[in-house]
């Protein structure tokens, strides 16, 4: 491998990196990597007071759910798998059902990697207000597979993200499922401009407008 390769491999194994991991979603706690400015904060006024305070059962085994998100650019179908990993799978499903999702941004554009979303405050730091731990993975990394971001093991809250590419990320991300019909609006999410850099912050975010469960 030349300089220039290894160079190069080396800056998008760090970008990943600062992508998917997030600081825990504590009283003072900052994102990992800073939003650029001017990241605009989204003030989310769905009702979520129905929501889950703490982790949600597993999602029983063998069991499945779609998941439909809409947003001005498109709708995105996810087929949510409870054994590709059940904690994560109940736990998307649950907060996509009491509409804690909806309104909120996906705040990280990487393109050519993933999208990310889920957080209510729009910044990376935030979260439902509890933690849970990860699923052993056993599936790759592959267009469209849908994992939880996390702040290291065991940290997973609501923020997801949706592979753009076929990647050889290391499986400590836990996989709850793969989208299923339009992959075409996540690349032009992943399209939209952002900040460069480590930190990939949205500069026009797209909301979740809408997000239902339906069965299976």
């Not at 499945?64 to 994560?88: F, H, N, Q, S, Y």
């Not at 059902?97 to 996906?106: A, I, K, L, Q, S």
């Not at 592979?163 to 999410?189: C, E, H, K, Q, W």
Request: hydrophobic letters at 40%.
């Amino acid at each position: 491998m030349t300089h220039r390769l290894a160079h190069r491999a080396a800056w998008l194994a760090v970008a990943i990196l600062a992508t998917l991991t997030l600081t825990a979603c504590s009283s003072g706690s900052v994102p990992t990597v800073p939003p650029a400015t001017p990241t605009p904060t989204p003030v989310v006024t769905t009702d979520t007071s129905g929501c889950p305070t703490s982790a949600p059962d597993p999602l029983p085994a063998g069991e499945t759910r779609t998941v439909t998100i809409t947003t001005a650019k498109g709708t995105i179908e996810i087929k949510v798998e409870a054994d590709l990993g059940p904690l994560a799978a109940g736990n998307f499903v649950a907060l996509a059902g009491c509409g804690f999702y909806e309104g909120v941004v996906f705040h990280r554009l990487v393109p050519g990697f993933v999208i990310q979303g889920g957080d209510p405050t729009g910044t990376g730091g935030g979260g439902p207000g509890y933690e849970f731990p990860n699923d052993p993975v056993n599936v790759p990394y592959a267009r469209g597979v849908v994992a939880m971001a996390n702040a290291g093991v065991d940290t997973n809250g609501s923020q997801f993200f949706i592979v753009l590419a076929d990647s050889g990320l290391a499986p400590n991300y836990s996989v709850f499922g793969r989208v299923t019909a339009g992959m075409d609006v996540v690349d032009v999410i992943a399209a939209m401009p952002n900040s460069g850099g480590q930190a990939n912050a949205a500069l026009e975010p797209v909301a979740m407008d809408s997000v239902t469960v339906s069965n299976p």
